[in-house]
C-alpha cells in the first residue's frame, strides 16, 4: 500500500523560506492529486494546495502568493515552499494523496518557526 | 471560501454510547463532505467520503449522513480506540476547508 513520508528542516527562521518533502513509495504518483496541509499546534487543520501529475496546481488564496508546490515524477517526489514564514506559520505540515479527500497522510512533519 | 461549523467542540461519552457529530457549511455543498479522526500525535485518518461512503477498512460502526448544508457523523457502540478528534471537510469547491474538530474524550 502506498505510503508517504515528509522531510525537510525542523526549524526554519522568520522571513526565510520553509522547504518540504514528501516521498511517496508502494504505489505510483502518477495519475492522483498530491497535497500539503498544515496544523498549527492545538489548532485545526489547514489546506495548503495540491497538485496533478502534470502540473496543474491549486493554492488556498490566503497563501497561494508565498506557496509553490511541485512535483518531480522520477523521484516519486512532490514539495512544499513556504516563502517569508513568521511564527504564524509553525505547525505540523502533512502531505496526503487525494485532490478533494485525502484517502492517504503521512505521519507530519513539525515545522517551528524562530530565531 | 465556504465556512465548516462543527458541534459540538467537544463532548464525552461512555464505552458502548452511540455518538453524533454535526458539521454545517455555509452554502449548499452537495455531497462533497468527507470526515477525518486524529488522535493526539497522529496524522488524520479517513473515515467517510461523499458524505456517506465509508473509506475501505473502515468499520461500519461509523457512518455519515447529509446533504446540502447539514451533515452528521455518528459513531455507534463507542470503544476507547474511538476517542478522538473528528474533523468535517468539504470539496465542493477551493479552497478545501476544514471544520473546527470534535474532540470525543471519555466520561
Known amino acids: 500500500q502506498v505510503q508517504l513520508q515528509e522531510s525537510g528542516p525542523g526549524l526554519v527562521k522568520p522571513s526565510e523560506t520553509l522547504s518540504l518533502t514528501c516521498t511517496v513509495s508502494?504505489?505510483?504518483?502518477?495519475?492522483?492529486?498530491w497535497t500539503w496541509s498544515r496544523q498549527p499546534p492545538g489548532k485545526g487543520l489547514e489546506w495548503i494546495g495540491n497538485?496533478?501529475?502534470?502540473?496543474?496546481?491549486n493554492y488556498n488564496p490566503s497563501l497561494k502568493s508565498r506557496v509553490t508546490i511541485s512535483l518531480d515524477t522520477s523521484k516519486s517526489q512532490f514539495s512544499l515552499k513556504l516563502t517569508s514564514v513568521t511564527a504564524a506559520d509553525t505547525a505540523v505540515y502533512y502531505c496526503?494523496?487525494?485532490?478533494?479527500?485525502?484517502?492517504?497522510w503521512g505521519q507530519g512533519v513539525l515545522v517551528t518557526v524562530s530565531s | 471560501d465556504i465556512q465548516m461549523t462543527q458541534s459540538p467542540s467537544s463532548l464525552s461519552a461512555s464505552v458502548g454510547d452511540r455518538v453524533t457529530i454535526t458539521c454545517r457549511a455555509s452554502?449548499?455543498?452537495?455531497?462533497?463532505v468527507a470526515w477525518f479522526q486524529q488522535k493526539p500525535g497522529t496524522a488524520p485518518k479517513s473515515l467517510i467520503y461523499g458524505a456517506s461512503t465509508l473509506q475501505s477498512g473502515v468499520p461500519s460502526k461509523f457512518s455519515g449522513s447529509g446533504s446540502g448544508t447539514d451533515f452528521t457523523l455518528t459513531i455507534n457502540n463507542l470503544q476507547p480506540e474511538d476517542f478522538a478528534t473528528y474533523y468535517c471537510q468539504q470539496y465542493k469547491s477551493y479552497p478545501l476547508t476544514f471544520g473546527g474538530g470534535t474532540k470525543v474524550e471519555i466520561k
Open positions: 497538485i496533478y501529475n502534470r502540473g496543474t496546481t
Open positions: 496526503s494523496r487525494g485532490g478533494n479527500y485525502a484517502d492517504t
Open positions: 452554502q449548499d455543498i452537495r455531497h462533497y
Open positions: 508502494g504505489g505510483s504518483i502518477s495519475g492522483y492529486y
